[in-house]
């Protein structure tokens, strides 16, 4: 018996590796694209941080349960989603979120009425955390600029 021995032509082994760089230059190109979009996110909110600075400028209470917080936005920025106030003592921290933009240059007070299961007691510091939201409607949390002594 003969049998008939026959290889793959020159053409074919080539086309079937071309086709495989393709796709492996895909596969990189999808990892690589997707690494280097989540990076932009991070460094457009970093520098979008770097222009906006919220700080408290004044705060009363006259029952600790009750507070009036002052604010001062400086210029420039962009719009924000809110503000977190945070209002604490050496053991114990309340957070009230402002979901609303504070205009660049503009004051702006808000009362906070701490639930009763959440009261600080003799708080001593507010801190204002400005935060942007993304695309998918997550706070984006900017760093704390300057704490206020109360």
């Not at 086709?19 to 190109?29: H, Q, S, Y």
Request: charged content about 15%; proline content about 4%.
């Amino acid at each position: 018996m003969i049998y008939d021995k026959r290889g793959l032509s020159a053409i074919i082994v080539t086309l079937i590796l071309i086709l495989l760089a393709i796709v492996a230059v895909g596969v990189v190109w999808v990892v690589v694209n997707n690494v280097l979009e989540s990076g932009e996110g991070r460094v457009n909110l970093g520098s979008a941080c770097l222009e906006v600075d919220v700080e408290p400028t004044a705060a009363t209470s006259s029952d600790g349960i009750t507070y009036s917080v002052t604010m001062t936005r400086s210029a420039g920025g962009d719009e924000i989603g809110g503000v977190k106030v945070i209002i604490s003592n050496a053991t114990a921290s309340y957070v009230h979120t402002e979901s609303n933009n504070i205009a660049p240059l503009a004051t702006k007070t808000i009362p906070i009425i701490m639930p009763a299961g959440e009261v600080v007691a003799n708080a001593n510091k507010v801190e204002v955390i400005p935060y942007f939201t993304d695309a998918s409607g997550n706070e984006q949390l900017c760093s704390v600029a300057n704490p206020l002594e109360i």
